[in-house]
Every structure is written in structure tokens, then in C-alpha cells.
């Protein structure tokens, strides 16, 4: 290099105590403008140097909580406002089905946004070069010692008249136990050099990463995945549905199954489409409690109020977007048995489906317990009020 103008001093120290120390004379001295090197992360080092809090914990902050207020404004926009609809009795705002999506894209772009900063606003990429790199000394703090470096237009340095105090740092150095001491240079071009993020170089470079890493990616979910033994999880030993079967004389791989056959752990509805021998036969077998009614009501309010109410008297939050269901306070329903409110909640009635799937036998019961009480609150009598 031509023009060489020196940049700084540089010392180099055998243990992190003295790098340290060295660290925390340059405070106590008045240096500004001075870096350490270490070939690993020494504990300690911030305080001894007296850093501030890195800036990009603000940069963490900003992007993640604007990114968790754009994702709750826009879910809670499309599932209220867009495209309202009621699922399992929830409201329509449900704050807490958001946070799982909230939490992953306010995790991702506080985490991009981060490494962004850091790459293209602190580290200037891809204009990277420094004074330090390539020296004998970056080599040796890289390797197995630790290191000062002192740049030499510190104020500290600086004398009245504008000149550089060399003696000063030399023997600065010296005081604090380096053992090479040793001047940086650069050059005019470095000092010149403009920071360029679209520069073309770097722009091809990108542009050759991107492509390898699209073939790489290709390559490996579209053909080596589709070649043994990589496609153990694609070619499984058993049957999707409705694919066919060699096994079997009809080559069906979905069978019903054997007339008779009881599943295990499973008892069977004895009442299909016999409602009223239901009613007439079955008993209920919870008992009325505080715990069987609680239980009752969650279940009542994900599975029954959106078309019933959550009092039970027709007026769901789904009333007018299908037919609207019959009253549970009517004499009809009052007069019913446990079991034939039972049969219909099993098997369904009219446009009502069945609810066997989602709603154990123990926990239909506790629904009709919950009923019960529903109606008794609503048609109370004089000697309910004692």
C-alpha cells in the first residue's frame, strides 16, 4: 500500500488478566478511542472497558413489539370485522388463539431485524474492510494472546499544537506490561472509501448464493428425498386411505368393521334412533355437584351456546345463519327425562348434529346436569327463594 498514514499502536498481552487490567488503565487514563482483542468472549470485559448497552436491544424492541401489534390488529381485523365467525362458542376477538402466532412473528422479526441491523447499519456489510485485518497482530489475537489497540487521533493523544504524542502511548503501553508493541497503517484508499450496500460485486455474489442455495434446496426435497433410503418417511409400510390392498380379495385397504365386534374400552349405544326407549331406560349417573356442574358449563358454552345461548333459550350468537333452535326452557324439554335429552345430544335432532365425538358420555351428562340448573334459574319457584 502507498500513502501509509498510521491508524494506532497495538499491544499484545499473554494472559486475560493483564488484558484486562491493560483494559481498565486505558479508562483510568482517558482513552476514547481504543479497542481490545480476544481469540473468545473474556468475562468482565464490558465493565473493565466501561461499553454502554449495545443499541441493538432497541432495535430487538422496536421491530418485535410493532411486529406483535400488526399481527394482533390484522388477526383480530380478518376474524371480527373481515370474516367474523364463531368457532366452539369463542368470541370473536380471541386474544389468547392469537398469541401462539403473535409470539412466532414477533420472535422472527425481532430476530431478522436484529441480524439485518447488525450486518448492514453496525458491521456495514459488504464494505467490511479494517485497518486491523490481515496484521500480524489480528493473527496473533485470533490465535492464543490478547490485545490493545490505540488509535492515534485519540483526544488523549493529541497535543496543543495538533501533533500526535507518540512518547505517550509507548509508554502507556509499556506501563501496563505489553510485550509487542507495534503501529497499524492504512492508506489513502481506505480512508476514501465510500460504504456501498449495492455494490456490484457484492450483488453477484448474493445473486450466486441465492442460486446455489435454490438448487441445493431443489435437489434435496425433489430427488434425493425420492431416493433410498431418504424416502422412508414418503413410502411407508401400510395404507393411506382408500388406497388399495393386495391382502384382501376385494383389494379395499378401508374395512368396516366385523358385525358384533366391540371396540375395546368401548361400549357400544344401545338406543340408535330409539329416543324415547332412551329416555325411558338409561339414568343418569352423575350426580349433582358444584365440580359436575362447572364442568357442565365449559362444555356448554363451547359446544351448545353458540346456537342455544348461553341460557339456554334459543338466542345463539349463530341466531339467523341457520334455523333457529327450539327453546331448552320449554315444557317439552322441562318434561324430559336426563336420558332422552341424552339420546338427542348423542344421536342429534333435525338440523342439530350429533355431539358423541366431541363430548364423552360422562361429560353429556354433566351438560344435562348443567341444563337442569339452567332451567331451574329461569323457572324458579317460590321455594327455590327460601
Not at 133 to 150: F, L, P, W
Request: aromatic fraction near 12%; charged fraction near 15%; proline fraction near 7%.
Amino acid at each position: 500500500m502507498s500513502n501509509k498514514i498510521l491508524y494506532s499502536y497495538t499491544g499484545i498481552f499473554d494472559t486475560p488478566d493483564q488484558i484486562i487490567q491493560a483494559a481498565e488503565m486505558a479508562v483510568k487514563e482517558g482513552f476514547t478511542k481504543y479497542d481490545v482483542n480476544t481469540p473468545y468472549p473474556l468475562h468482565g470485559m464490558d465493565s473493565a472497558m466501561k461499553l454502554p448497552p449495545s443499541k441493538l436491544g432497541y432495535i430487538a424492541l422496536i421491530f418485535g413489539l410493532s411486529a406483535a401489534l400488526a399481527t394482533a390488529l390484522v388477526i383480530g381485523w380478518m376474524s371480527a370485522i373481515d370474516y367474523p365467525l364463531v368457532v366452539g362458542g369463542k368470541p370473536l376477538f380471541s386474544f389468547p388463539a392469537y398469541v401462539p402466532v403473535m409470539f412466532e412473528v414477533t420472535v422472527l422479526t425481532a430476530s431478522i431485524a436484529t441480524v439485518v441491523a447488525m450486518l448492514f447499519f453496525f458491521f456495514k456489510l459488504p464494505n467490511i474492510g479494517h485497518p486491523l485485518h490481515g496484521t500480524g497482530y489480528m493473527k496473533t489475537v485470533s490465535s492464543d494472546k490478547y490485545g490493545i489497540s490505540i488509535q492515534v487521533n485519540d483526544p488523549k493523544l493529541i497535543l496543543p499544537d495538533g501533533s500526535f504524542n507518540e512518547s505517550f502511548i509507548l509508554k502507556f503501553l509499556e506501563s501496563v506490561g505489553s510485550k509487542e508493541i507495534a503501529p497499524v497503517y492504512w492508506d489513502e484508499e481506505e480512508i476514501n472509501h465510500q460504504n456501498k450496500i449495492l455494490d456490484p460485486k457484492f450483488m453477484v455474489f448474493l445473486f450466486v448464493v441465492a442460486i446455489i442455495t435454490s438448487a441445493v434446496t431443489y435437489f434435496s426435497l425433489n430427488i434425493l428425498m425420492n431416493i433410498t433410503p431418504f424416502n422412508w418417511m414418503a413410502e411407508q409400510q401400510k395404507l393411506s386411505v382408500q388406497q388399495t390392498s393386495s391382502v384382501f380379495k376385494n383389494h379395499s385397504g378401508m374395512l368396516v368393521p366385523v358385525p358384533g365386534t366391540v371396540a375395546r374400552n368401548s361400549m357400544p349405544y344401545q338406543f340408535s334412533g330409539q329416543p324415547d326407549s332412551a329416555g325411558k331406560s338409561l339414568i343418569n349417573p352423575i350426580p349433582v355437584s358444584i365440580e359436575s356442574l362447572k364442568k357442565g358449563e365449559i362444555k356448554f358454552d363451547v359446544y351448545c351456546s353458540p346456537c342455544h345461548g348461553f341460557n339456554g333459550d334459543g338466542a345463539g350468537r349463530l341466531n339467523g345463519q341457520f334455523p333457529n333452535p327450539p327453546t331448552l326452557h320449554s315444557d317439552k324439554v322441562r318434561k324430559w327425562t336426563d336420558a332422552r335429552i341424552f339420546a338427542v345430544i348423542t344421536e342429534g335432532q333435525n338440523v342439530m348434529p350429533s355431539y358423541a365425538s366431541q363430548l364423552t358420555v360422562d361429560e353429556r351428562w354433566t351438560v344435562i346436569n348443567y341444563i337442569r340448573a339452567l332451567q331451574r334459574a329461569l323457572n324458579a319457584m317460590e321455594s327455590d327463594l327460601k
